[in-house]
């Protein structure tokens, strides 16, 4: 059963400002402890495109020092550190009760910038959204295909890799590249860390905040091309390290034509909870 709703995401995408560097944007109502992180993320790419105008997000790179309340109101401070012709950086935190639990570093580029050079990884070889088993997320509510039927709660040993086509239905998302880019970001948070714990025998994400405590403390993306979410995308992800309580991996965002839409990567802190 999920959780939230797409019209509650699209809705926190709203931001508005309230003073010369201060902005403020809704939380995401659901039943959950914490502000889920790619709601941060979503936000902090809504917030550089309304600071930038003519420009949307080429990079972002987010920490998560603490966790942020859903109890709290949502405030946004905005450095406008660099504005040029096709370039622009932009510096987002959030604080609640004087305490910093958001931080973002945007770089924004002139998305009509043209050039004849282009490559890019090929897209992984896993068929298409039509070989792919269904899932019913509890945090992303459109259409999700599981690439090899992956139950990333099993806890037997596997290989630390996830794939799953995502696509947005049921809703008409407007043409702005940026819409599609925040919803994309908001996505890729969910599952890296379900990945990580994938290769160690016994354990899965269904031990997270049972006998483990997991959270994202940094995640950061590049987007390389336009792409839409309401078409088929292909999420991959994979573990990389698992070590000293911290853990990181990355994946790619791919069109279904096979071009590479954007990259990101998550470091975490997964450490097991003192026994109760």
């Given at each position: 059963?999920?959780?939230?709703?797409?019209?509650?995401?699209?809705?926190?995408?709203?931001?508005?400002?309230?003073?010369?560097?201060?902005?403020?944007?809704?939380?995401?109502?659901?039943?959950?402890?914490?502000?889920?992180?790619?709601?941060?993320?979503?936000?902090?790419?809504?917030?550089?495109?309304?600071?930038?105008?003519?420009?949307?997000?080429?990079?972002?790179?987010?920490?998560?020092?603490?966790?942020?309340?859903?109890?709290?109101?949502?405030?946004?401070e905005v450095e406008e550190t660099q504005t040029g012709r096709a370039f622009a950086a932009r510096r987002v935190s959030a604080a609640q009760n004087g305490k910093t639990f958001f931080i973002a570093q945007l770089s924004m580029h002139d998305e009509s910038e043209q050039s004849p050079h282009d490559h890019h990884d090929p897209m992984p070889d896993v068929g298409s959204p039509n070989d792919a088993s269904d899932e019913e997320s509890?945090?992303?509510?459109?259409?999700?295909?599981?690439?090899?039927?992956?139950?990333?709660?099993?806890?037997?040993?596997?290989?630390?890799?996830?794939a799953f086509w995502s696509r947005v239905d049921g809703a008409e998302l407007?043409?702005?590249?940026?819409?599609?880019?925040?919803?994309?970001?908001y996505a890729t948070d969910l599952n890296v860390i379900a990945t990580l714990l994938r290769p160690i025998d016994g354990i899965s994400v269904a031990d997270a905040h049972v006998s483990l405590h997991t959270a994202v403390t940094g995640h950061s993306m590049s987007f390389h091309r336009p792409f839409r979410i309401d078409d088929w995308c292909l999420v991959t992800q994979h573990g990389i390290s698992l070590a000293g309580a911290r853990g990181y991996g990355h994946g790619g965002v791919y069109r279904a034509d096979g071009a590479l839409a954007a990259s990101f990567a998550q470091e975490s802190m997964v450490r097991p909870l003192p026994p109760s």
């Open positions: 059963m999920a959780l939230v709703d797409l019209g509650a995401i699209l809705g926190c995408l709203a931001v508005e400002q309230t003073g010369p560097t201060k902005w403020t944007a809704p939380n995401i109502e659901m039943d959950y402890r914490r502000i889920f992180g790619g709601q941060l993320l979503a936000q902090a790419i809504a917030l550089g495109a309304a600071t930038s105008e003519g420009k949307t997000v080429k990079s972002l790179s987010c920490l998560f020092p603490r966790e942020g309340s859903l109890d709290e109101p949502l405030e946004f509890t945090m992303i509510p459109w259409q999700n295909r599981v690439v090899g039927g992956v139950d990333l709660a099993d806890r037997s040993a596997a290989e630390a890799d996830f407007p043409d702005d590249l940026t819409t599609h880019q925040a919803l994309a970001a």
